[in-house]
């Protein structure tokens, strides 16, 4: 009896080893990497756990994650000479205190995301050129811990202190001259538009939000190398600048407490057959000034002028509006329209967890699952609506508070004898937003296959 326990108890031990080995860890910057000495700048981090497809694998994958991240990281910052930089103040302290954990199941194909600041783990006080390895520990660290080592070494350039000055100052006496022109929004895309027309590339880039371009672009991975490709004169990468503009036509301007919106017809000639494009910039004023955050080149034919991006709609025309964006995989547009709370507190990893978790680990997981949905990181099956391709609205039906919309989707597979129909409803739940907003929004939906 004896030993059938030990056998099923080093049978089990196994099993959740050859679990853990599963586990997929990965990290990288989460905006930069170049930085200066000290803790006052903080290096931060995207760790990223999953449990990738394979035809091996059809188990989920179980882990701790601590919730003080230094018990569940390690990372290991050197020279390039092999020297460790030292450990940050009160790292040693955190090893030996034992906090609350989350059990997390992450099924085949799914992943979790975190950020973390580096300068928790190590001191960062010294210049110079480093190599940065890291470790996961999908059971938290203890004596008998395996680790998961990351799939990547970052290099990490810290530069001196003095160099940092004198940038911080050049920053700062940029940034007070833009807030000393006080240009309005129409003026700031405007003279972006034109600069790059001209080539005065440096100037173009005054009035760009890198970090939130770079959040939703699909061909840029980092600030550094959307501020070096525009630099150098290519423009690809933002929408509507990838040619020079001959001309502009102002139509609506809107001015916010801390948005603003402006949408024009550009028109261009770039070899020598001319085209009009519907432009719509968003800027937001987060340092005392305009800033452009988003753009949208629209195409005759795209979507309906009139109603793009608006919220003041009735529940179908929301309707009509989300999933027409889902259809473009324009999903800044689309999540305007659908709040996705209820879809991520039903995902298998936080069923169980989320009544427990705190408003601000909500909205971490809710930021994080917009980010990646945005900028395209999510795998299709993953993706909310992705099967939605020819769709009509069927009924519909609100009060001053509540609504439902039905809709009827065909969408078309091939098969070895013809193409084959399948029919789904799809019912969404919407709700108006509290004050001052006011806006209806899908909170939720529900499917169900039609059998004919």
């Known amino acids: 009896m004896v ?51 394979n035809h ?32 940050a103040e009160g790292y040693a302290s955190s090893q030996n205190e034992r906090g609350a954990y989350r059990v997390i199941h992450l099924a085949p194909g799914q992943d979790l995301s975190i950020t973390v600041q580096l300068n928790d783990w190590v001191d960062l006080s010294k210049p110079g050129q ?17 680790a998961v080592q990351a799939d990547s070494v970052l290099d990490l350039s810290v530069l001196p202190d003095a160099e940092r000055r004198w940038e911080d100052e050049l920053d700062m006496e940029v940034r007070n001259a833009l807030i000393r022109r006080d240009l309005d929004p129409w003026s700031i895309v405007r003279e972006t538009l034109e600069n790059r027309r001209d080539s005065r590339f440096n100037r173009a880039m005054l009035y760009l939000d890198f970090e939130s371009l770079t959040r939703i672009s699909l061909l840029i991975d980092d600030v550094e190398s959307l501020e070096n490709s525009l630099r150098e004169g ?18 609506s301007s809107q001015v916010f407490t801390r948005e603003a919106r402006v949408r024009l017809k550009a028109s261009y000639e770039p070899y020598g057959e001319r085209f009009i494009r519907d432009l719509r910039f968003y800027l937001h004023n987060p ?14 034919g795209d979507v309906d002028p009139a109603t793009y991006g608006r919220l003041d709609l009735n529940p179908p025309d929301v309707v009509s509006e989300l999933l027409r964006a889902v259809q473009r995989g324009d999903w800044e547009i689309a999540l305007r329209y659908y709040d996705t709370t209820d879809l991520i507190r039903n995902l298998p990893e936080y069923r169980d967890t989320w009544k427990d978790m705190s408003y601000t680990e909500h909205r971490r997981l809710l930021t994080d699952y917009r980010n990646k949905l945005i900028s395209g990181q999510l795998d299709e099956e993953r993706q909310p609506l992705s099967d939605i391709e020819s769709w009509k609205i069927t009924r519909v039906s609100y009060t001053e508070s509540e609504g439902t919309v039905t809709v009827e989707n065909i969408r078309t597979f091939s098969t070895a004898d013809r193409p084959m129909d399948q029919h789904t409803i799809y019912t969404f739940r919407l ?22």
């Open 130 to 146: 480093y190599r940065l390895t890291g470790s996961f520990y999908p059971q938290m660290k203890n004596q008998n811990s395996i």
């Open 56 to 87: 091996d694998n059809s188990n989920d994958v179980t882990i701790y994650l601590a919730d003080d991240p230094r018990q569940s990281f390690g990372f290991d910052l050197r020279s390039l000479t092999g020297e460790p930089m030292p450990l």
């Open 431 to 452: 709700e108006k937003t509290p004050e001052p907003d006011e806006r209806w929004q899908v909170v939720r939906y529900d499917t169900s296959i039609v059998r004919r």
């Open 234 to 251: 290519s423009w690809n990468t933002i929408p509507g600048f990838e040619h020079p503009v001959t001309s502009l036509e102002l139509i």
């Open 3 to 53: 030993r059938r326990l030990t056998l099923l108890f080093l049978f089990a031990l196994t099993a959740v080893f050859s679990a853990q080995a599963d586990v997929r860890f990965s990290i990288r910057y989460h905006d930069k990497n170049i930085y200066y000495p000290g803790n006052d700048d903080e290096i931060k981090l995207k760790l990223t756990m999953s449990n990738p497809v």
């Open 287 to 300: 340092e005392g000034y305009w800033q452009i955050r988003r753009v949208e080149a629209l195409s005759a």
